[in-house]
C-alpha cells in the first residue's frame, strides 16, 4: 500500500473520443463466479473473469480454503469445486483487499463452516460497516465478532448450527442479501430475504443457475437449506459500471463516439442510462443478446448536450456505483443537478458524496451537499489537485472530468483503480484521453 499511496494521473483536456472498446468483465458476477463453483460439485468454467485486485483477492482466498483454480489464460479460470462442505479451514487470516463483496458474501459463507475463519482488508475496506451482515446472521445463530465500531476484521466462530430467518433489510444491499442467502445454504429450513428497493440478483440467477432451488422475484428471494450445487460455466458479460465512465466522457467531450462492446445490461444496474438519457444523453443500444443469461447489448454513445435534472430517487439502487461518473456529467450540464435518497454512498469506498464533492469545488463548481445527496452546480472547470482518498471509482470520475478542464488535473492515489479496471488508463488514452500515468 505504501507504493499504491503514492501513484498518480495528470489528466488535461485530450480530443474527442473514438473507437470500439472491450471493457473487462464483471465485479460482481466475477466475485460470485469463483465462489459459487468452488462450492459446487464437479468442474466449471468461467470465461470474461475480471482480473482486478478484488475478484483476484477472492479467488485467492478460495485457494487457500482447499479449492483449486487454475488459470488457462487470462480472463479464464477452471474451478474444482469440492462440495458444500469441502471447505478447509485456512492458515491464518483471509485478506479480502478492497472488495467489500467479497468480505461480505464471506462472512455468510464462512459463519456456515465447521471451522474458524478470520477476513480481513485494506485501509479502506477496514473502514465499512460490517454490522449490516453480523446482525442477521447472529440472528440464524452465527457467531462472528468485529471491532468495537463494527469493522473488520471479522473473527468468525464455525461450528454453529444455524437456522433460517425471515430477514428484512433495512437497507438496500445486493451485499447483505447474499450474505444472509449463503448462510442460508447451510441452515436449517427456509431462508427469505425482502429487500426495501431491489438490488442486483446476481446471486439469486447464478445459485439457480448451479442447480439450487431458489424463489426470487425483484425484491424478494427465498431458499431451503442443505441443496447442493452442480458445476456449470460462466460467461461473465463487460461490467457496465465501468462501463459508465465511458458513456459519460463520450457524452460529455464534442464531437465524441464510443462503441462499447457487450455490455451486461441487468436492468438492476442500468440507471445510470436511464439517468443519462433523461439529461439528454445519446446513446443507443445495438446487436442485443444474452451472455451467461445476462441481457447484453454494445452501447454506441455519442456526445450531446446535457441538461440538469432531479435525479428520480427510484433510480438511485439501481445506479449505487454510478454517481461518481453522474457528478461529472452534472457538472457538465446546462442547470443543476440534484441527487436525494443516496446516504450509502457515504459508505462506499470512500464517502463518496464528499469526495466528489469536494474534488469538483476544487475544480472550481459550487457543490451544495446535504445528508443524503447533493446539488451540482455545473460551471467551467479549472486544474487542480484530486484526492480520490484510494477509491477507484473516484479516481476514473476525476479523469473524464478533466477531458474537459482547463487545465491540468492531477489525481492522487491512483493505484486501486486495478481492483475494478485494470487497463482503464491505457484504454482511455487510445480512445483520445488526455491521461499521463
Ligand atoms: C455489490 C453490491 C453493491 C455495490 C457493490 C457490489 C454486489 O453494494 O455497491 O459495488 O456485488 O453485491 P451494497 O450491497 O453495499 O449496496
Excluded at 443519462?276 to 444523453?281: D, I, T
Excluded at 457543490?367 to 479516481?395: C, F, K
Aim: hydrophobic share 45%.
Amino acid at each position: 500500500m505504501a507504493q499504491a499511496s503514492q501513484q498518480h494521473w495528470i489528466a488535461t483536456a485530450g480530443q474527442a473520443l473514438h473507437g470500439g472498446l472491450e471493457i473487462p468483465g464483471d465485479k460482481s458476477v466475477s466475485h460470485r463466479s469463483v465462489m459459487f463453483a468452488a462450492l459446487a460439485d464437479g468442474v466449471s468454467t468461467i470465461d470474461g473473469f475480471l482480473e482486478g485486485e478484488d475478484t483476484r483477492a477472492t479467488a485467492a482466498i478460495f485457494s487457500r480454503l482447499g479449492v483449486r483454480i487454475e488459470t488457462p489464460s487470462p480472463s479464464r479460470r477452471i474451478v474444482h469445486g469440492v462440495g458444500v462442505d469441502g471447505l478447509k479451514p485456512a492458515d491464518g487470516p483471509l485478506d479480502c483487499g478492497n472488495a467489500g463483496t467479497g468480505m461480505r458474501l464471506l462472512a455468510g459463507l464462512l459463519a456456515a463452516q465447521p471451522f474458524d475463519s478470520v477476513l480481513v482488508g485494506d485501509a479502506s475496506l477496514s473502514k465499512r460497516p460490517m454490522r449490516r451482515v453480523t446482525a442477521p446472521l447472529a440472528q440464524m445463530g452465527a457467531r462472528i465478532d468485529t471491532e468495537a465500531d463494527g469493522t473488520p476484521p471479522l473473527r468468525i466462530h464455525g461450528g454453529q448450527p444455524l437456522h433460517g430467518i425471515d430477514y428484512e433489510l433495512p437497507v438496500a444491499s445486493a451485499q447483505v442479501k447474499s450474505a444472509v442467502l449463503l448462510a442460508g445454504l447451510y441452515a436449517q429450513g427456509e431462508t427469505s430475504v425482502t429487500e426495501p428497493h431491489p438490488t442486483r440478483d446476481y446471486t439469486e440467477r447464478m445459485l439457480s443457475a448451479f442447480g439450487v432451488d431458489i424463489e426470487f422475484s425483484p425484491g424478494f428471494a427465498r431458499l431451503r437449506g442443505g441443496q447442493r450445487l452442480r458445476a456449470t460455466d460462466i460467461a461473465v458479460p463487460a461490467d457496465f459500471s465501468s462501463a459508465a465512465f465511458f458513456l459519460v466522457a463520450a457524452s460529455i467531450v464534442p464531437g465524441s463516439e464510443l462503441r462499447l462492446r457487450a455490455v451486461g445490461l441487468n436492468p438492476r444496474r442500468t440507471g445510470l442510462l436511464q439517468a443519462l438519457r433523461l439529461m439528454g444523453a445519446d446513446i443507443r443500444e445495438e446487436n442485443p443478446s444474452t451472455h451467461g443469461g445476462e441481457p447484453v447489448a454494445d452501447l454506441v454513445v455519442r456526445y450531446a448536450p446535457l441538461h440538469g435534472i432531479e435525479v428520480p430517487e427510484a433510480l438511485v439502487p439501481d445506479m449505487i456505483d454510478e454517481f461518481p461518473a453522474l457528478f461529472v456529467a452534472a457538472a457538465c450540464a446546462d442547470g443543476p443537478t440534484v441527487v436525494r435518497g443516496a446516504a450509502e454512498l457515504r459508505v462506499k469506498e470512500s464517502d463518496r458524496l464528499a469526495a466528489m464533492a469536494s474534488g469538483l469545488r476544487t475544480l472550481g463548481l459550487r457543490v451544495d451537499e446535504t445528508p443524503d445527496g447533493a446539488t451540482i452546480h455545473p460551471g467551467p472547470l479549472g486544474a487542480g489537485t484530486i484526492e480520490s482518498h484510494g477509491d477507484h471509482r473516484i479516481a476514473m470520475a476525476f479523469a473524464v472530468a478533466a477531458q474537459l478542464a482547463s487545465g491540468e488535473v492531477r489525481i492522487e492515489d491512483v493505484a486501486n483503480v486495478a481492483t475494478s479496471f485494470p487497463g482503464f488508463d491505457t484504454l482511455a488514452r487510445g480512445c483520445g484521453f488526455g491521461l499521463v500515468a
